[in-house]
């Protein structure tokens, strides 16, 4: 029974700890049945390949010989992939919410040897320190508890956490969403952001994207500029901070700091994927080059280095490089001076490169001090500084890359370039969102249902948010090329998700009817770091109600609103994407163009479209003569003159035809 099993897997982060004296096992029944059959507690770390903090533990504890003796004697050890196994990272993480703890990775559960949670934590140091205990100590301790007042351990935190895992597992329902709570609600948010850096509170400082939306919304329906410039300040912020990679783009997964200079260093599909839209809406407000630029190097990133080896998007780039943190993006003013020569004056004058750093004696790369981009032969010559800065970068040890496919953060990931690909003529780009589709739909389903992961032909059972995220993914492709086959894939993903996720209460359970069982299966509308599946699969609702005209979605839509509505009385702070879908509900626009996609007077109106920062913007192109569904509110509308006609629909009243593009323009900016 003594040994590491880790080798049998194929998660990398998994694959990592392969190696340590702890006696590792993958979740799954065989562990549990051996911590039953010993009557010793499980503990359960979970984490993800390049969570920074995770590998500090991994190289105090983990693989220290006699911390391992001592979890190998007291306890039955089990890792999770927290980006592989989503299901039972959410549990444990509810768990560790209800002690009263703050969530985080490397979580830390010690559980009864059914898999019931009873105590836990995050990061622990070997020994004790910064107000923590040593991780032996916690070891030895919880030991004894278990040994000493077992029958009061399951009475007592056991029952608590259970029932509170139950509670938050049944959300409090309602009535349908009043569309005035959502002003009022972007009101709250906009007033508690950063007037100075952007962003929420203080450090650490997340994008929170799923908020970022939610105001940017409110902006657009209010007119509140206030709204506009919380919006616009924090993206103007992340985008000349340290959180961004200055050389080689893309964007970290959060600030440790309130002024985003100094970043977590990991890089994550997800992040990058939502931060996509954002600056594309704000590009189409303001014509700011300084969105354009991050978006197509953002972009440049994802196709350059998160390209998995047999398709799809990888996952996430390690924090840390030859064990250390940020050691591949950081440089010293001579490292600057040796590279740039005669042109080091000007781009240590704007990247805030001074000779004793701003981070542990290092210089992170940042425009914060100056963030307005320069004139266009400045903006030139600091281009040609940061290649040759980068093509001395590319010769450092560089962080690992986790290169598993997800299917829910491909999902992500796919819209966000077919969202793009139109607005900026980028052909490529949305060639290359086909490319992911075509693998996970091809390499990554399971009869009518997907997987949620993918590497090297292991899978993990599909959820809600693969189903709903690749969903919105195919509605961004069939708006983009006018492909319905698009749209018939995202509805037999509804039909999977209303046999296998569906609750009878209306909205849908994280995991299907028929995976494995979890000790709660749990649904929520609350979000993550990604928008929640509920709130995704609202979004993805409306959007085929209005394009196929089928009443059935409209249906389903506002049973999965009144399922959660009652949730806002507790807490709206962790409900945006599902608030932002409750927005398209109410306020959709739908746009029907009547012409040919490839003459020059569909292109102009698309051009028009294209041009508006719309987030209720809902789009067909349907060819002369052709149908659209009979319940669709411009069902029977056609080209005005023979010439390509727009109509702009709310609810079921359309305008009048539109063939010009600048009044089409006019009529989506009212």
């Not at 997800?270 to 303001?286: C, G, R, S």
């Amino acid at each position: 029974m003594g040994e590491n099993r880790l080798d049998r897997e194929t998660s990398p982060y998994l694959l990592q700890h392969k190696d340590n004296p702890v006696h590792w096992r993958a979740w799954g029944a065989e562990a549990l049945a051996e911590a039953q059959a010993r009557g010793a507690p499980v503990l359960l770390s979970v984490g993800y390949a390049a969570c920074h903090w995770c590998h500090v533990m991994a190289h105090e504890s983990f693989e220290d010989p006699a911390i391992a003796a001592v979890m190998n004697d007291l306890f039955v050890c089990v890792k999770v992939d927290r980006e592989e196994r989503p299901d039972i990272d959410q549990i444990y993480q509810q768990a560790l919410a209800l002690l009263g703890q703050q969530g985080g990775w490397p979580l830390t559960m010690f559980l009864t040897p059914q898999g019931e949670p009873f105590w836990g934590g995050t990061y622990f140091p070997p020994e004790s320190r910064w107000g923590r205990p040593g991780f032996p100590d916690v070891l030895r301790g919880i030991a004894r508890v278990w040994r000493d007042e077992r029958e009061k351990v399951v009475a007592g935190n056991v029952a608590a956490l259970m029932k509170g895992l139950a509670r938050l597992s049944s959300p409090k329902t309602g009535g349908l969403v009043d569309p005035s709570v959502l002003d009022s609600i972007a009101t709250r948010f906009a007033g508690a952001f950063d007037k100075v850096h952007g962003g929420l509170g203080g450090a650490p400082k997340f994008p929170n994207c799923s908020i970022l939306e939610l105001v940017w919304r409110g902006w657009k329906r209010s007119g509140d500029a206030a709204m506009r410039d919380a919006v616009l300040i924090s993206l103007d912020a992340m985008c000349q901070g340290g959180i961004y990679d200055h050389l080689g783009g893309a964007f970290a997964r959060y600030s440790t700091d309130e002024r985003w200079l100094v970043p977590h260093f990991e890089k994550m599909l997800y992040d990058n994927a939502q931060l996509i839209p954002l600056l594309l809406w704000a590009w189409q407000e303001t014509g700011a080059a300084l969105y354009r630029q991050r978006i197509e190097e953002t972009v440049g990133w994802v196709l350059a280095e998160m390209k998995a080896p047999e398709g799809g998007f990888a996952a996430t780039i390690d924090a840390d490089s030859e064990h250390e943190e940020g050691k591949y993006y950081v440089w010293t003013e001579a490292e600057i001076d040796a590279v740039l020569g005669a042109d080091a004056a000007l781009f240590k004058s704007l990247y805030d490169v001074t000779p004793h750093g701003n981070w542990e004696e290092k210089t992170i790369l940042n425009r914060l001090a100056k963030p307005f981009l320069a004139d266009d032969a400045t903006e030139t010559a600091l281009a040609a500084c940061r290649q040759k800065l980068l093509a001395v970068r590319r010769d450092r040890v560089p962080p690992a890359r986790d290169d598993k496919v997800l299917a829910d953060w491909n999902g992500l990931m796919i819209a966000a370039l077919a969202q793009a690909a139109p607005v900026f003529g980028r052909a490529d780009w949305l060639d290359e969102a086909v490319a992911s589709w075509r693998f996970v739909t091809t390499r990554m389903m399971e009869g009518d249902r997907l997987r949620h992961s993918w590497r090297q032909g292991r899978h993990q059972p599909g959820t809600l948010d693969d189903h709903a995220n690749m969903a919105n993914a195919a509605i961004a492709l069939y708006e983009a090329t006018g492909d319905t086959a698009y749209i018939a894939q995202a509805e037999a993903w509804v039909r999977a998700l209303q046999r296998h996720f569906a609750a009878a209460e209306g909205g849908f359970y994280l995991t299907a009817d028929d995976t494995e069982a979890l000790i709660r299966r749990t649904k929520s509308a609350a979000d993550s770091a990604v928008p929640s599946g509920n709130g995704a699969a609202l979004a993805m609702l409306v959007r085929l109600h209005a394009l196929t005209g089928d009443d059935g979605y409209r249906v389903l839509a506002e049973a999965l609103i009144q399922a959660f509505s009652g949730e806002l009385e507790r807490d709206y702070f962790s409900l945006a994407a599902y608030l932002n879908g409750i927005d398209l509900w109410a306020h959709a626009r739908q746009v029907v163009v009547v012409g040919d996609r490839a003459e020059a007077g569909t292109q102009a109106l698309l051009a028009a479209v294209q041009a508006v920062s719309l987030p209720n913007r809902i789009l067909s192109v349907i060819r002369p003569g052709e149908a659209l569904p009979a319940l669709h509110p411009a069902f029977g509308k056609t080209q005005e003159g023979g010439k390509a006609t727009a109509y702009v629909c709310r609810g079921q009243t359309c305008s009048l035809p539109v063939t010009e593009p600048a009044a089409l323009k006019a009529a989506l900016q009212a």
